[in-house]
């Protein structure tokens, strides 16, 4: 599976972006998908993921409320809405995919996407 992720940007506090994350090469729909962060000077953070079979999802704390994900598997694509962004939010987004489902953990992904830059500004 090839990922592409794109969406990223710079907004102020209390904006919004969509972040999409396209996938290309093997059945999409067997995979769950999940988005990360990595801030500076910081390790992969968990941001949310999509399973596979029934669509559940699943947030970080930091995230829930603001952020949403979702998957459109006619077009291969996942997505992160986010919204009340904030200056902490800022990081490289990673779209990652999993055939098994661990959807916490990004040693368990198969496969990565390149990386989004997104900013907040204050």
């Known amino acids: 599976v090839q990922l592409q992720a794109s969406g990223g940007g710079l907004v102020q506090a209390g904006g919004s972006l969509r972040l999409s994350c396209a996938a290309s090469g093997r059945t999409f729909t067997v995979y769950g998908m999940g988005w990360f962060r990595q801030a500076p000077g910081k390790e992969h953070e968990f941001v949310a993921a999509i399973s596979w079979s029934d669509s559940t999802t699943y947030y970080a704390d930091s995230v829930k409320g603001r952020f949403t994900i979702s998957r459109d598997n006619a077009k291969n694509t996942a997505y992160l809405q986010m919204n009340s962004l904030k200056p902490e939010d800022t990081a490289v987004y990673y779209c990652?995919?999993?055939?098994?489902?661990?959807?916490?953990?990004?040693?368990?992904?198969?496969?990565w996407g390149q990386g989004t830059q997104v900013t907040v500004s204050s």
């Open positions: 990652a995919a999993q055939r098994a489902w661990n959807p916490y953990t990004p040693r368990k992904y198969d496969y």
